[in-house]
């Protein structure tokens, strides 16, 4: 016949008085009332219908009963601290991995990732390159990329910010068209990356720019593999090139890059996605510096 256990807070009640002696240390060391830790052992005394402890001076003394329980009790209650005393070590100490596409890690993490570590040493932060497109790899902490719809339905989906893009020449050429219309910049050459089609034909039509015009400029145009060679080759002149404005700001504030053309927000979103299975007290002191990071 099975028998159940009696609440798992009376036995922690029990065997913290037992420990200690002392109800009032043992409402101390718990957190609760006196009067909480007296009547979780009058519940156990009447659960088994005897009694566990008999008073002694200002203290308690356990009874015979209270004895045998006090035996197992004490016993469980050491090896539960035990292992949650081991298993907080372990994950604490074991480092946290932030997977992050190759061209936000090499344009706006790295340049940051000193204070990242001088501010959250305890992280132990490793980073990996990642596809964006299938975060979660085995053994990843988080994944910071800009996502966009449909948002992944497993784990969790923090929004840090909208992204942005926007169209960026250097400065020799910008100043040929810089006070004139955006259709202009179809008569140079358009630069973009072949992962992000769409950032061109999203960027005119909020402009409220022909889609033909922009069709005929994008087949006379050039696409690059990588991020870093579109910005390379911007930067040398070759055309105009359409980026995430998170990852030419410091271009931008260097005067390597101007847009002058401004920038529209797009669906996409800087986001940190956390799987099931990471530690959330430690991705929260990431999400905080990040935060303070994007709008710094």
């Known amino acids: 016949m099975q028998h159940s256990l009696p609440p798992l807070s009376a036995l922690r009640a029990f065997e913290a008085t037992a420990r200690l002696g002392s109800v009032t240390a043992a409402a101390d060391e718990l957190s609760v009332t006196h009067g909480a830790v007296s009547r979780q052992l009058k519940s156990l005394d009447e659960y088994f219908g005897v009694a566990l402890f008999t008073k002694s001076g200002r203290g308690l ?27 907080k070590h372990e994950v604490e100490e074991a480092p946290f991995t932030l997977a992050c596409p190759g061209s936000l890690l090499a344009r706006w993490l790295i340049p940051r990732l000193d204070r990242l570590n001088q501010a959250l040493p305890e992280l132990k932060l490793q980073v990996v390159v990642s596809d964006a497109e299938q975060p979660g790899q085995p053994e990843t902490s988080v994944t910071l990329a800009f996502f966009e719809p449909p948002w992944p339905e497993e784990g ?73 060679y579109l910005m390379e080759a911007a930067v040398a002149g070759l055309g105009v090139a359409i980026a995430p404005r998170l990852l030419v700001e410091d271009d931008l504030n260097s005067g390597r890059l101007v847009a002058p053309w401004g920038s529209i927000e797009t669906p996409a979103r800087l986001c940190l996605w956390l799987p099931k299975h990471t530690n959330a007290r430690r991705s929260e002191a990431l999400v905080d510096w990040l935060l303070r990071e994007l709008k710094g």
Request: aromatic share 8%.
């Open 61 to 87: 003394v356990l009874t015979h009963h209270g004895e045998r329980l006090q035996s197992g009790v004490g016993e469980a209650f050491a090896k539960l601290r035990d292992s949650c005393t081991l298993l």
């Open 156 to 228: 969790e989906l923090i929004t840090l910010m909208p992204e942005e893009i926007c169209a960026v020449a250097s400065p020799r050429l910008a100043s040929v068209c810089q006070n004139a219309d955006p259709a202009t910049l179809f008569a140079n050459k358009l630069l973009y990356t072949a992962s992000r089609p769409q950032a061109w034909p999203q960027w005119a039509a909020a402009q409220k720019l022909n889609g033909s015009t922009l069709e005929t400029a994008l087949k006379k145009g050039q696409g690059f593999a990588h991020l870093y």
